[in-house]
């Protein structure tokens, strides 16, 4: 039998209870973030902004691209590694900040009564705001060079939450283990290039030779990447098997990151 503490209802549960505090989490966080600088919250429309421009300039100008088996203008190539790179930075921004997380919280781990596990949503929470303004942006150029997106565009949001599972699975685990091992922020911040290589961003999956795609399949951001295009640009939205087992998995290893922070939670105020 499982123990209610871990159970699965257990993960939602806690974020619907403190679903205001939790809102009052991620508009501190966001306003911490830019606290002291002469734009503030401007930067979180303008970075992506200066992005897109930069990315349409470099590659619908100087590099010229094709994108592999398509034919089409070299200015939309910038749309396809728009569409990547904005879900690559929402997952990896979770990921590079889970290791300082409760190391940069302290004064919530030392009150008893409040729910730690629940900085881990701020952090998804906080970059799901800055991707939904990057889609955003990515719809109005899309509109410009292409028209209206198909109706499958509607769909990115499903396609993007079994991500966002392997997100908050990762803060978990990482923030735990950050509290103990120092060296994890390091390690994390040197493995995203490579993170970043092996993710299909600059290319489809179906360009890599056959016997190097279980490699890339092993990174949760592949699916995800390539379902996102295929609906913004393909048209189409494949709920197969293949992304039921995808769902599985992001649960799963979401019940795992949240069973070992919590193992760990009270060991927490004694390292720090």
């Avoid at 685990?173 to 299909?200: E, K, Q």
């Amino acid at each position: 039998m499982i123990d209610r503490e871990y159970s699965p209802f257990t993960l939602l549960g806690d974020v619907w209870r403190h679903r205001q505090l939790l809102r009052r989490l991620i508009e501190r966080d966001v306003a911490t973030r830019f606290r002291g600088s002469v734009l503030g919250k401007v930067w979180i429309i303008l970075t992506p902004l200066v992005m897109l421009a930069l990315y349409t300039f470099v590659f619908g100008v100087i590099f010229q691209p094709r994108w592999p088996g398509a034919v089409q203008r070299p200015s939309k190539v910038a749309l396809y590694y728009f569409a990547g790179l904005i879900v690559f930075e929402f997952f990896m921004e979770c990921i590079n900040r889970a290791p300082t997380l409760m190391l940069a919280h302290v004064t919530y781990i030392k009150k008893v009564l409040f729910p730690v596990e629940l900085l881990a949503w701020m952090v998804v929470g906080g970059a799901a705001l800055r991707f939904i303004i990057g889609c955003l942006l990515l719809v109005v150029l899309y509109v410009v060079l292409n028209g209206m997106p198909p109706a499958t565009a509607m769909a990115v949001p499903l396609l993007v939450l079994p991500l966002a599972l392997f997100a908050i699975g990762f803060v978990w685990f990482l923030s735990a283990i950050g509290v103990f091992i120092r060296d994890a922020g390091p390690v994390v911040i040197a493995v995203t290039p490579v993170v970043m290589f092996l993710s299909p961003i600059f290319f489809p999956i179906a360009a890599i030779p056959a016997q190097y795609q279980v490699i890339f399949y092993a990174n949760p951001l592949t699916l995800a990447l390539e379902d996102v295009r295929a609906a913004l640009f393909a048209g189409s939205v494949e709920i197969s098997l293949g992304f039921g087992v995808y769902c599985l998995c992001a649960w799963v290893f979401a019940q795992m990151g949240y069973y070992c922070f919590r193992k760990l939670r009270p060991s927490f105020a004694d390292v720090i």
